[in-house]
Antibody, heavy 117, light 112 residues
Framework: EVQLVESGGDLVRPGGSLRLSCAAS????????MTWVRQTPGKGLEWVAG????????YYVDSVKGRFTISRDNAKNSLYLQMNSLRAEDTAVYYC??????????WGPGTLVTVSS | DVVMTQSPLSLPATLGQPASISCRSS???????????LSWFQQRPGQSPRRLIY???DRDSGVPDRFSASGSGTDFTLKISRVEAEDVGVYYC?????????FGQGTKVEIK
């Protein structure tokens, strides 16, 4: 059974940084694209970033380009999202997802990021 | 970015009766590889989203066959043949043809 578990969410001040992690099990992690998706009450669901199975290609939504970095460690079956220069509008539940068929077929329970002074 | 527009945004459904949700994209979702990457997700209260359908009409493993979907180009539909109480939640369409992938606003399904 595929399991994805996010961690690292916290309360952080505007301009601060946070690193999210996603631990994967039950899958050959190195064979799959992975994604981060966030959910806010106001804006619904938003695909944030995606990374190719070997890490060689990365995609970001415009609103996080230059501030967020997606990465992975296939040896550790882990996905990461480094978030810098955080803004209030980045407040959301962040999910990691395994990308199959150009969407996410498995999601974690999510981790809450709150950006507030 | 591709805009996904769902209707209705609220759907009061009757147990045992059919229900359907429409999703329209601002441009054709046919990918250069010939596939159309339109998926449907269900999010029950307090849970993570769960994928029901991918590539327009392919059901994910474990999804009841009362869920079906169809469409092409820019117009897509999710149908529930007989609504059950466990179907309450918010349903989202999403396109994966163009980055950034984008979601619809969501359709809240509740029981009348």
């Amino acid at each position: 059974e595929v399991q994805l578990v996010e961690s690292g969410g916290d309360l952080v001040r505007p301009g601060g940084s946070l690193r999210l992690s996603c631990a994967a099990s039950g899958l050959t992690f190195s064979s799959f694209w992975m994604t981060w998706v966030r959910q806010t009450p106001g804006k619904g669901l938003e695909w944030v970033a995606g990374i190719k199975d070997d890490g060689s290609d990365k995609y970001y939504v415009d609103s996080v380009k230059g501030r967020f970095t997606i990465s992975r460690d296939n040896a550790k079956n882990s996905l990461y999202l480094q978030m810098n220069s955080l803004r209030a509008e980045d407040t959301a539940v962040y999910y990691c997802g395994r990308a199959v068929g150009h969407s996410a077929d498995n999601w974690g329970p999510g981790t809450l990021v709150t950006v507030s002074s | 970015d591709v805009v996904m527009t769902q209707s209705p945004l609220s759907l009061p459904a009757t147990l045992g009766q059919p229900a359907s949700i429409s999703c329209r994209s601002s441009q054709s979702l046919v990918h250069s590889d010939g596939n159309t990457y339109l998926s449907w997700f269900q999010q029950r209260p307090g849970q993570s989203p769960r994928r029901l359908i991918y590539k327009v009409s392919d059901r994910d493993s474990g999804v009841p066959d009362r869920f079906s979907a169809s469409g092409s180009g820019t117009d897509f539909t999710l149908k529930i043949s007989r609504v059950e109480a466990e179907d309450v939640g918010v349903y989202y369409c999403t396109q994966g043809t163009y980055w950034p992938w984008t979601f619809g606003q969501g359709t809240k399904v509740e029981i009348k």
